[in-house]
Nanobody
Framework: QLQLVESGGGSVRPGGSLRLSCGAVTSDYAGVGWFRQAPGKEREGVACIAMTDATTFHVDSVQGRFTISRDVAKTTVYLQLNDAKPEDTGVYYC???????????????????WGLGTQVTVSS
C-alpha cells in the first residue's frame, strides 16, 4: 500500500476557505475519511466517503461548511473547508480502509492506513 499524502493545509482567516487533498488512494480502499486533531484533544472524525458510489457523511460540526469528495479516477480525495472557524484549527489527516466494520465511518478505529497530516490554522 502506498503512503497516503495530505496537502493543502495552511493558515486562513475566519470565514475563509481551504481545499485539502489526500493522494495515493487506490482501488483497494472501500472508504476514505478525514480526521483532525487539535492540540491537547483527541483525534476526531470530520467526514468520510465510500469509494464505490461516493456516498458521503459529515459530522454535525462541519455540516454545510465542509465537503468531502473524490476525483473520477478515485486516486485523490478532497476536503473543501468553507466558512472556516478558529475551532477548525488542527492537524488534518486522511485515512483509508479496505473494508468497513461495525463502527461509524468517522471512527478512527475503522481505518488501517493513515497519512502524516497537514496543519490547518484558522486565525485572524
Amino acid at each position: 500500500q502506498l503512503q497516503l499524502v495530505e496537502s493543502g493545509g495552511g493558515s486562513v482567516r475566519p470565514g475563509g476557505s481551504l481545499r485539502l487533498s489526500c493522494g495515493a488512494v487506490t482501488s483497494d480502499y472501500a472508504g476514505v475519511g478525514w480526521f483532525r486533531q487539535a492540540p491537547g484533544k483527541e483525534r476526531e472524525g470530520v467526514a468520510c466517503i465510500a469509494m464505490t458510489d461516493a456516498t458521503t457523511f459529515h459530522v454535525d460540526s462541519v455540516q454545510g461548511r465542509f465537503t468531502i469528495s473524490r476525483d473520477v479516477a478515485k486516486t485523490t480525495v478532497y476536503l473543501q473547508l468553507n466558512d472556516a472557524k478558529p475551532e477548525d484549527t488542527g492537524v488534518y489527516y486522511c485515512a483509508a480502509v479496505t473494508r468497513y466494520g461495525d463502527h461509524v465511518c468517522t471512527d478512527p478505529d475503522e481505518y488501517d492506513y493513515w497519512g502524516l497530516g497537514t496543519q490547518v490554522t484558522v486565525s485572524s
